[in-house]
Each structure stands twice: as structure tokens, then as C-alpha cells.
């Protein structure tokens, strides 16, 4: 019989309370925590904001939800119901595979291009949209933003989340490769303006949410009100 310390005795009991979840990451989430675990952390801050931002929404789209992640936060920190959008076929399927059973039947994943077609059900009174728009064609950009503000309520509360054009420099190959259509700070707050009563607009470093010099800051963070 293995002996136990008192301070061990104590962890086996709390281990026990463990509930055993055999969960597994997306192969894009993967990569991220394996290769680049700041980033990774960095991520999952930002949905932390919208979480906080959106929290007495009873309906929030989410378009660019990928592999989910951010879904499981908008479930965890709010009561809404939650629609995550996606055009990649692949990740919505590893969401519904994957997130789907964890969701206590609160969100739905759907696989559609919002820039080809409007989203016609049920508006939402909340959105999030992270780390998308600097991925959008020049040329596509209207449309996306036209059919994204019309799945919207009136009053409804937006977070649009992208890097810095001012950060460029220091972004990854494969950020250089896909981020086509970068914002700065004035961009992207006249760009909102467009299509919101009200844009307010945040920057962050790191996992650091705050108010300070844009052109510093590597993220931008945007909250607007239809």
C-alpha cells in the first residue's frame, strides 16, 4: 500500500470531483496551443471581452466561429443562445461533432458565406465577430458588413474584433499570407460608423483590453450599437 502525505490525501479528493470529459482540440486550435500558446491565450481574452460586453443578450450570432472555442465562452459567460457561423464546411463539422454535446442545446453551428447571402432567420439582439474582417477581399467587404449589420435587431450590441495595420510588422508568416485587409484605428471606426449609431472603440496588447494609444496597440476592438 502506497502511503499518502496528508497534503496528497487531500488533492486525490478533490481530483475525484473531476468530471471525465474526453474532449479534443481542432486541428487550428491545436496547432495554436502546441505552437503558439501566448496566441492561443490571446484569443480566448478577446472572447472573454465579448462575453462580458454581450452578457445580457438573449440571442448572439457569431460569424467567423470556426472550431467553436468562442462558442463554449458565450456559453459559459451568458444565458443567450448562441448561432455560430462559419463558411469553412470542415470546422462547423468538427463544432457540431465536438462542442455540440457540451452546449446543453444553446447553440447551433451553421455553414454559410455571409458574404454571398444574407442570414435570414431569427435576428439577434448581440454579435461577435473576431478576427474575420481583416480576412475579407476589398471588393467583398460592403456586402459582408451590409448582411452582417441586417442580421441584427435594433439597439443590438456589436464586437468586431482585428489586428492593428499599425502591428503588421510583427505578424506571422501566416498572418502576412492571410490578413488582406488589415484596419487601422480610423478605418476601421469610420467603416463602423457606416453601418452603427455608436462605435466606441478599444485597443489590446496581449491579453490587455484598454483605452490608450491606438496606434500601439497590436488588436483592435470595436463595440457598436445598431
Not at 7 to 32: Q, R
Not at 101 to 120: G, M, T, W
Request: hydrophobic share 40%; net charge negative; aromatic share 10%.
Amino acid at each position: 500500500m502506497v502511503e499518502n502525505s496528508e497534503t496528497k490525501k487531500i488533492w486525490n479528493k478533490i481530483a475525484g470531483m473531476n468530471v471525465p470529459y474526453n474532449f479534443t482540440l481542432g486541428p487550428i486550435n491545436a496547432e495554436d496551443l502546441l505552437t503558439d500558446t501566448k496566441h492561443f491565450s490571446f484569443v480566448l481574452s478577446r472572447y472573454k471581452f465579448a462575453s462580458k460586453m454581450l452578457k445580457d443578450c438573449n440571442h448572439i450570432i457569431e460569424i467567423g466561429c470556426g472550431e467553436g472555442i468562442g462558442a463554449l465562452m458565450l456559453l459559459n459567460e451568458t444565458n443567450a443562445k448562441i448561432t455560430a457561423i462559419d463558411f469553412d464546411a470542415s470546422q462547423i463539422q468538427y463544432a457540431q461533432n465536438n462542442i455540440l454535446p457540451h452546449s446543453n442545446e444553446r447553440v447551433a453551428f451553421i455553414c454559410q458565406d455571409l458574404i454571398l447571402a444574407p442570414y435570414k432567420r431569427k435576428k439577434a439582439d448581440g454579435a461577435a465577430c473576431l478576427d474575420l474582417i481583416e480576412h475579407l477581399h476589398p471588393e467583398e467587404e460592403k456586402k459582408f458588413f451590409e448582411n452582417y449589420v441586417s442580421m441584427l435587431k435594433d439597439e443590438a450590441i456589436s464586437i468586431i474584433g482585428t489586428p492593428n495595420k499599425f502591428a503588421e510588422q510583427y505578424g506571422s508568416k501566416r498572418s502576412k499570407e492571410g490578413h488582406i485587409n488589415l484596419f487601422t484605428p480610423e478605418r476601421l471606426k469610420v467603416t463602423l460608423d457606416d453601418y452603427f449609431t455608436h462605435t466606441f472603440l478599444f485597443s489590446m496588447n496581449d491579453e490587455m483590453v484598454h483605452t490608450g494609444y491606438d496606434k500601439m496597440a497590436h488588436y483592435l476592438i470595436a463595440l457598436s450599437i445598431k
